[in-house]
């Protein structure tokens, strides 16, 4: 009896940490082929490049959301665009001493450009 309760625990601990290994943001696929960007077999293209200094911030209606990968080291990151479709933008954030950059990347498939997202 002693055993099998051994045994349960053991599988119940297994089971566990299977669950939580699975749970928690997965860095995808990203890479650079030909300057452009390339995630789950969608090419995109730099659109826009925000330098924020101080009390800086990024334009109304463009706000990184959930993080998809880190490209360089820790400093760089690639983020969904809060409100629109990551298979169409994406935002990537730079941060260092000085300044926070972020390069908004547009689906090369993509023709229509939101007015929040259309350049200045």
């Not at 943001?25 to 730099?46: C, Q, T």
């Not at 209606?61 to 629109?84: M, S």
Request: with cysteine; charged share 25%.
């Amino acid at each position: 009896m002693m055993k099998m309760k051994k045994v349960l625990c053991l599988c119940l601990l297994m089971a566990l940490l299977l669950l939580l290994t699975g749970c928690g943001p997965k860095n995808e696929e990203v890479s650079f082929a030909d300057g452009k960007l390339v995630r789950n077999g969608i090419a995109y293209s730099e659109y826009q490049v925000f330098h924020v200094w101080g009390g800086d911030r990024l334009p109304d209606g463009v706000k990184p959301g959930r993080q998809i990968a880190v490209i360089v080291k820790n400093r760089e990151t690639l983020h969904e665009i809060k409100g629109y479709l990551p298979e169409e933008w994406l935002i990537s954030h730079f941060s260092d001493e000085m300044s926070n950059d972020y390069i908004i990347y547009k689906a090369d498939h993509v023709e229509e450009i939101p007015a929040a997202l259309a350049l200045p």
